[in-house]
């Protein structure tokens, strides 16, 4: 059971990436999904997640219209479609999922985690 994250890299500022994070050894379905965060010096934060009944997505204010999480169960895959990228978003990208919808964005929300991907923004 895993989540395997990739498609960071190097970005210039106002560029896209589409982050992928393929589960195995278990089905997403339903299951709470998540990215989170981490920049250097600070702690990880919850960027985009899914984990409400009614599927809405839950956006933190510095990527609300930037960024999207989305799932294809066919391939049991998470991703995270990243637009108009800043220096702010410069950090290491986490995919989680969860067993329980606990209607909340935070990393106790979520059971299983991605090793990382990192972006990195250049101005």
């Known amino acids: 059971v895993q989540l395997q994250a990739s498609g960071g890299g190097l970005v210039q500022s106002g560029g896209s990436l589409r982050l992928s994070c393929v589960a195995s050894?278990?089905?997403?379905?339903?299951?709470?999904i998540g990215w989170f965060r981490q920049a250097p010096g600070k702690e990880r934060e919850g960027v985009a997640c899914?984990?409400?009944?009614?599927?809405?997505?839950y956006y933190a204010e510095s990527v609300e219209g930037r960024f999207t999480i989305s799932r294809d169960n066919a391939k049991n895959t998470i991703y995270l479609q990243m637009n108009s990228l800043n220096a702010g978003d410069t950090a290491v990208y986490y995919c989680?999922?969860?067993?329980?919808?606990?209607?909340?964005?935070?990393?106790?929300?979520?059971?299983?985690w991605g090793q990382g991907t990192l972006v990195t923004v250049s101005s």
């Open positions: 899914i984990n409400s009944r009614d599927g809405a997505p």
């Open positions: 050894g278990f089905t997403l379905h339903l299951s709470p």
């Open positions: 989680a999922v969860g067993t329980l919808v606990l209607n909340r964005c935070t990393e106790a929300a979520f059971d299983l």
